[in-house]
């Protein structure tokens, strides 16, 4: 047998490897979210100065009659990185006849998770979860009993983690799955006070600091690593050019460190770009998704106009 690039962390340590080796180090933020990551998100979730999640869940509940009628009958609702569960319960419980939920996310574990709670609340659903990373376009599951058509569900703002050029990308990738007569309903953080994108990102409790230096003790942890987490610094800025928050973790000290048994060094104040967070305007979202050939039917917002859900046809 040869030796094989089949070790479960080989493409976790070739993502890390690649990112540190760049004149601009960065780390992939799809890796922020292991047990402890999750655990840190779902507190961030609740902090007052962390608008987005309480504004969508708000906007949701207010609307989420409005946005099943634009749906319309005998869906599937394939949601985009399972069961966020009360949201997609609000949507659930509104929509029209709907014929089956298809949860897409990487994660296994996450991902029957979901399917259960949602199949064991929804019995006349087919739950037909999808186990695969959503940026590649993928192919539907057979249904058992044929839907009228896709309607893909990707709240949250997960989009904005995406630079608009791959942004664009998993829109037209959403555009194919749903196919023909298919539509999208998204939840996308907008742009508001830079003091309060920056308060949302550089909470006073730490919080935010502690789910990005969680990266750097799972790189330790499943990597063989040996970053001291008392050497960086979590930053959030708002970048006006790209109207969007960088996170960063700012090394505090020139020194080294070693993932893997391959040195990394650091100079005194260099950063790890670790997530960019979009904030959009409506119409510069909505020139996002004309280039994925998507059309925005309608929009949904809070009074503040800080958050907003769209549904999106092909
Ligand atoms: C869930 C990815 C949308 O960008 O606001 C929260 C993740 N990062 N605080 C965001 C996050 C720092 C969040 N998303």
Avoid at 64 to 83: C, F, K, T
Avoid at 109 to 135: M, N, Q, W
Avoid at 164 to 176: D, G, V
Wanted: charged letters at 25%; aromatic letters at 8%.
């Amino acid at each position: 047998m040869t030796a094989l690039a089949t070790h479960p962390n080989q493409q976790f340590l070739s993502e890390v490897r690649a990112g540190l080796s760049r004149p601009q180090k960065r780390l992939p933020c799809k890796y922020f979210y292991d047990q402890r990551g999750s655990e840190l998100f779902d507190q961030i979730c609740e902090l007052d100065e962390y608008y987005p999640t309480r504004t969508e869940l708000t906007i949701t509940r207010r609307y989420a009659a409005e946005m099943a009628e634009q749906i319309g009958p005998r869906a599937a609702l394939v949601e985009y990185g399972s069961g966020s569960s009360l949201k997609t319960r609000l949507l659930l419980d509104e929509l029209i006849d709907p014929i089956a939920y298809v949860p897409v996310e990487i994660c296994e574990s996450h991902l029957v998770a979901a399917a259960e709670r949602i199949g064991k609340r929804y019995p006349l659903i087919d739950v037909l979860p999808v186990c695969t990373d959503f940026t590649q376009a993928f192919a539907l599951p057979t249904f058992p009993r044929m839907p009228s058509h896709a309607a893909a569900y990707f709240p949250g703002s997960t989009i904005g983690n995406f630079p608009p050029e791959a942004a664009r990308r998993l829109l037209a990738s959403i555009r194919q799955t749903v196919g023909a007569g298919g539509g999208a309903i998204l939840g996308i953080d907008l742009q508001k006070p830079v003091k309060v994108l920056e308060a949302a990102y550089n909470d006073a409790a730490g919080v935010t600091a502690a789910f990005n230096l969680n990266l750097l003790e799972r790189i330790n942890r499943e990597l063989d690593a040996n970053f001291s987490l008392d050497d960086f610094e979590h930053r959030a800025d708002y970048d006006p050019e790209h109207g969007r928050i960088d996170m960063l973790l700012v090394a505090q000290r020139e020194h080294e460190v070693e993932i893997a048994g391959e040195p990394v060094r650091f100079r005194r104040g260099e950063t790890i770009h670790t997530e960019h967070s979009h904030k959009y305007t409506l119409d510069g979202f909505t020139r996002l998704a004309a280039r994925a050939g998507l059309t925005v039917r309608k929009a949904w917002t809070d009074p503040r106009d800080w958050f907003a859900v769209v549904h999106l046809v092909a």
